[in-house]
């Protein structure tokens, strides 16, 4: 399968920055979309940001203008740049990835998730 491995969480005071990175690894043959959900304590894990194969960005509204979300397509990298964060970007940030990989025997899909990182914000 694909392994997804984040760095770059942590705690910050409003205001501050943080760049979270997530490596993609495996047999990858392809990949369509790589992104961030976050999970607030008590919430439903929700959207925050993804980058399609062709460049194609979306964002939630919560973060347009303080998140910039790229990719290095050579090395199976997403990162997500997050300014002016305030307590209610706190989380656990969830890297994903989607796309084709071989399996050893054929060409797959993959669906795959990292094991997610903090983010607190204190004010």
């Known amino acids: 399968q694909v392994q997804l491995v984040e760095s770059g969480g942590g705690s910050v005071l409003a205001g501050g920055s943080l760049r979270l990175s997530c490596a993609a690894s495996?047999?990858?043959?392809?990949?369509?979309?790589m992104g961030w959900h976050r999970q607030a304590p008590g919430k439903q894990r929700e959207l925050v940001a993804d980058?399609?194969?062709?460049?194609?960005?979306n964002y939630a509204d919560s973060v347009k203008g303080r998140f910039t979300i790229s990719r290095d397509n050579a090395k199976n990298i997403v990162f997500l740049q997050m300014n002016s964060l305030n307590p209610e970007d706190t989380a656990v940030y969830y890297c994903?990835?989607?796309?084709?990989?071989?399996?050893?025997?054929?060409?797959?899909?993959?669906?795959?998730w990292g094991q997610g990182t903090q983010v607190t914000v204190s004010s």
């Open positions: 994903y990835a989607s796309g084709r990989y071989y399996s050893g025997r054929d060409d797959r899909p993959f669906d795959s």
């Open positions: 495996g047999s990858i043959i392809s990949i369509n979309a």
């Open positions: 980058i399609i194969s062709g460049g194609s960005r």
